[in-house]
Nanobody
Framework: QLQLVESGGGLVQPGGSLRLSCEAS???????IGWFRQAPGKELEGVSC????????NWGDSVKGRFTISRDNAKNTVYLQMNGLKPEDTAVYYC??????????????????WGQGTQVTVSS
C-alpha cells in the first residue's frame, strides 16, 4: 500500500513561514494529494488538495492566499508552502491520497492513505 510521510513541521513565530513535505513510498502520479490539519479537540479540517491533473481544491478562507500546494512527481513529493502563519494555524498537519481527483469530503474515511502527521506550532 501507499505510504506517506510528512515532514517540515516545527515551531515558528507568527508571520513566519514553513514548507511541509509529503513523500510517498512509491509512484504517486495517479493520486490526488490533499493536506489536512487537526488541532487538539477540534474537527479535521481540509486545507488544500492537488489532483493528478493539477486542479487545486482549497477548503478554507482562513488559509486562502497564504498556503500554496505543489507537487514534484519525480521526487514523489507534494509540498505545502505556508506563509504568514498565525497562532490559529497550530495543528497536526496530515497529507492524504485519493485516486485521481480531490474529494471535497473532509473525512478520515474518504481519502485512502494517510501519513502520521507533522506538528506545526505558531507561537511567540
Amino acid at each position: 500500500q501507499l505510504q506517506l510521510v510528512e515532514s517540515g513541521g516545527g515551531l515558528v513565530q507568527p508571520g513566519g513561514s514553513l514548507r511541509l513535505s509529503c513523500e510517498a513510498s512509491e509512484f504517486m502520479e495517479p493520486y490526488a494529494i490533499g493536506w489536512f490539519r487537526q488541532a487538539p479537540g477540534k474537527e479535521l479540517e481540509g486545507v488544500s488538495c492537488l489532483s493528478r491533473y493539477g486542479d487545486i481544491t482549497n477548503w478554507g478562507d482562513s488559509v486562502k492566499g497564504r498556503f500554496t500546494i505543489s507537487r514534484d512527481n519525480a521526487k514523489n513529493t507534494v509540498y505545502l508552502q505556508m506563509n504568514g502563519l498565525k497562532p490559529e494555524d497550530t495543528a497536526v498537519y496530515y497529507c492524504a491520497a485519493h485516486y485521481l481527483y480531490c474529494s471535497t469530503r473532509v473525512s478520515r474515511y474518504e481519502y485512502d492513505y494517510w501519513g502520521q502527521g507533522t506538528q506545526v506550532t505558531v507561537s511567540s
